[in-house]
């Protein structure tokens, strides 16, 4: 009886010691001010105590780090695999976070690839709708993915160490901008910086930009097509010439691009615009021969020609040909202009129309979500590998234990000036003494002058 009472005291002890670790813990999550460096905040962000989806599972606590018996009962349970950075990561290993969808595996690019010697690279993937994250302005940021593959239910939170973004940030419906915001608050370097990602939020701002290489180069050098900008569809009552391209809004891939022939087209178009509350812009129609695709990944270019074989006044709805032509000396101004746009993009793309007449314009740009082409698909995926290892050789380094926080410069900084106290001293003391003889040479004038105005009244 008393070898029976020993074992019950002696496991509710230990229940109370579990739940008031958990209760620290959380305590812990709750309270982040007092904690003095970023690998005890991180730390205490990835407190291996998780909420399960309320859907799937309730609310269910395990303690990760030493109780693997009860997170293996609640993935059986669930069919939830509940993961930390702690888990996955090597002891030797950085973290790569790619956004795209499941059409590319970017893991493959890096299996059996190292960065400083010996570091492996571990690649996490998910789509922006997967995502959700938290940034702290004394520790990093923390992303939490929640996913579905081969069947199984995932949700894992880590820290990155690099991203690489491959999904359009706003496109038709779709706003995932706040995320951008996450990561630069953050300070997590990427490719391409946070900063161009967030200047290509709207195509408007990304074309005023091109408007000033074309003003410094020339129309000749930098053929930029003619455009209007309406913010809204108040002002767009004159009619403009015919036929024209209408593009409503942020969209990409032919989206929101609308052909109009006359004014009755126009005016009808207009009253859409007005429901959807979008700016629009209007560019002529130029009845191409084929699209010019330019793009640079690094240093590798590469230049393409692509016809429409439907008829589609879209060359990229239906079927087309597709064939890498020369990079000229013209293309490669082009694209070297547009890559130092935003403080610099790795990654970039321009869509050229050649026009029947053989005359070329340049219709816009795309950043690192840059369509890959088929063709090239594969080594265009190796490309952006190897300048993806060589980005986290400069920027993850395994001595800068703040990597995280390291920002990736955009633009040269200005050089400080150098600090001579003693010369401010001196110059306080000039100013000074100037303005204390200053001082004394006004009250000896107003002296004077009251002295004579009293003498000139005792003379009267």
């Not at 799937?56 to 780090?65: K, R």
């Not at 082009?334 to 129309?353: K, M």
């Amino acid at each position: 009886m008393m070898d029976y009472i020993k074992r019950r005291f002696s496991l509710e002890d230990l229940q109370n010691e579990s739940t008031d670790t958990i209760m620290t813990r959380s305590t812990l999550l709750d309270s982040h001010m007092n904690i003095p460096s970023r690998q005890s905040i991180l730390e205490s962000k990835l407190i291996p105590y998780r909420n399960v989806s309320r859907h799937s599972a309730g609310n269910i606590l395990y303690p990760n780090p030493f109780s693997n018996i009860g997170k293996d009962a609640v993935n059986q349970q669930t069919g939830i695999e509940l993961r930390s950075s702690q888990s996955i990561l090597k002891e030797k290993s950085k973290l790569l976070f790619v956004i795209d969808d499941e059409q590319i595996d970017w893991s493959k690019y890096f299996q059996n690839k190292k960065i400083f010697a010996d570091y492996d690279i571990h690649v996490e993937q998910a789509q922006f709708k997967e995502i959700n994250l938290s940034a702290y302005s004394d520790g990093g940021i923390l992303i939490n993915i929640d996913v579905y593959r081969n069947g199984k239910h995932i949700v894992r939170s880590f820290c990155p160490d690099f991203v690489l973004v491959r999904q359009y940030v706003i496109d038709i419906n779709v706003d995932w901008i706040n995320i951008i915001l996450g990561m630069q608050y953050g300070a997590v370097p990427s490719i391409n910086s946070m900063r161009a990602l967030y200047n290509f939020r709207d195509k408007p701002w990304i074309f005023a930009e091109l408007l000033k290489i074309q003003q410094r180069l020339g129309a000749e050098q930098f053929p930029l097509i003619n455009q209007v900008f309406y913010p809204n569809h108040r002002k767009m009552f004159i009619s403009p010439q015919f036929p024209s391209v209408i593009k409503i809004g942020q969209a990409h891939q032919g989206l929101g691009k609308i052909k109009i022939e006359n004014s009755y087209d126009y005016h009808d178009l207009t009253s859409i615009i007005s429901m959807s509350k979008c700016y629009s812009t209007i560019e002529p129609y130029i009845n191409g021969q084929c699209d010019i695709y330019i793009q640079k990944i690094g240093n590798n270019y590469k230049a393409f020609s692509r016809k429409s074989l439907s008829g589609n006044w879209k060359a990229n709805i239906g079927s087309s040909i597709v064939k890498q032509i020369e990079m000229t000396d013209r293309y490669h101004l082009w694209i070297d202009e547009v890559s130092q746009l935003f403080g610099g993009l790795d990654i970039c793309a321009i869509e050229v129309i050649k026009s029947i007449s053989g005359k070329e314009y340049i219709i816009e740009i795309n950043d690192c979500t840059m369509q890959l082409l088929n063709e090239t698909q594969e080594e265009d995926c190796r490309s952006i590998a190897e300048l993806i290892m060589h980005k986290m050789q400069i920027y993850c380094r395994p001595d800068q234990q703040l990597s995280i926080l390291t920002r990736i410069p955009s633009f040269e900084e200005l050089p400080k000036l150098p600090q001579n106290n003693e010369f401010k001293i001196n110059q306080n003391e000039k100013i000074r003494q100037k303005s204390n003889t200053t001082n004394t040479q006004d009250t000896l004038t107003n002296l004077k002058k009251v002295f004579a105005r009293i003498f000139s009244d005792i003379i009267s």
